[in-house]
């Protein structure tokens, strides 16, 4: 889902090299790191957390932010929000809308 569209949910086949995830499968699991692009934009952090090793069933929602200035001078901020949900092996299909296995919160300060 994208705000761009409304958050209108929808499926899509994408090349995973465009979406801010690794994934690796590892046999009985499966390893996910989000990719922090682009990192000029990103607020301070003190490290970023591991991958997430997932197993059949399970869930991850892993948050980071990103704040951008503007040619236009420091007042001028944006900000931005990736929020990747990711599960593993046969889930329900409405998995997403319950809590997660594993939370990863990578947000930083936006001032």
């Keep these: 889902m994208s705000e761009r569209d409304g ?63 503007s040619a236009a001078g420091i007042r001028d901020w944006s900000y931005w929000l990736d929020t990747f949900n990711v599960a593993y092996g046969p889930v329900d299909p409405n998995v997403f809308l319950s809590e997660p296995t594993i939370l990863v919160d990578e947000c930083g300060p936006v001032r």
């Design 7 to 69: 958050f209108e949910p929808h499926e899509s086949e994408r090349d995973l090299r465009q979406v801010g995830l690794s994934l690796r499968d590892e046999g009985d699991r499966l390893r996910v790191l989000a990719r922090v692009e682009p990192l000029f934009g990103l607020p301070p952090r003190p490290r970023r957390p591991p991958a997430v090793r997932l197993v059949p069933g399970h869930w991850v929602r892993w948050q980071l932010n990103y704040r951008f200035s």
